[in-house]
């Protein structure tokens, strides 16, 4: 069982930046690919980043501007996001799983999200 409980989130002017943490519980939290996922108002949720534990991989709409790290030490996956638009207003979603023989993620657990607010 892995809790994940993300922060960071808040407002901020379009151009600035903002580090999303994702704490997890459990110690096989190093075992687990990790990821950050988004979901705006009325639209779907969507993949920003993910991380298998040997590939990343990012979305275009945010690539080079955000960056996916992790401390397994602290149980921590962080977002990093520059250069900040109005578009990237969304609740922002850290989620643990694993990689399939198939090379396909399925995501078991989730965060709670948290709100981030980019004004023009």
């Known amino acids: 069982q892995v809790q994940l409980v993300e922060s960071g989130g808040g407002l901020v002017q379009a151009g600035g930046s903002l580090r999303l943490s994702c704490a997890a519980s459990g110690r096989t939290f190093s075992s687990y690919a990790m990821g950050w996922f988004r979901q705006a108002p009325g639209k779907e949720r969507e993949i920003v980043t993910t991380?298998?534990?040997?590939?990343?991989a990012t979305a275009d709409s945010v690539k080079g501007r955000f960056t996916i790290s992790r401390d397994n030490a602290k149980n921590t996956v962080y977002l990093q996001m520059n250069s900040l638009k109005p578009e990237d207003t969304a609740v922002y979603y850290c989620?643990?799983?694993?990689?399939?023989?198939?090379?396909?993620?399925?995501?078991?657990?989730w965060g709670q999200g948290t709100q981030v607010t980019v004004s023009s």
């Open positions: 989620a643990a799983g694993v990689v399939t023989s198939r090379g396909e993620y399925v995501w078991t657990y």
């Open positions: 991380w298998s534990g040997r590939d990343t």
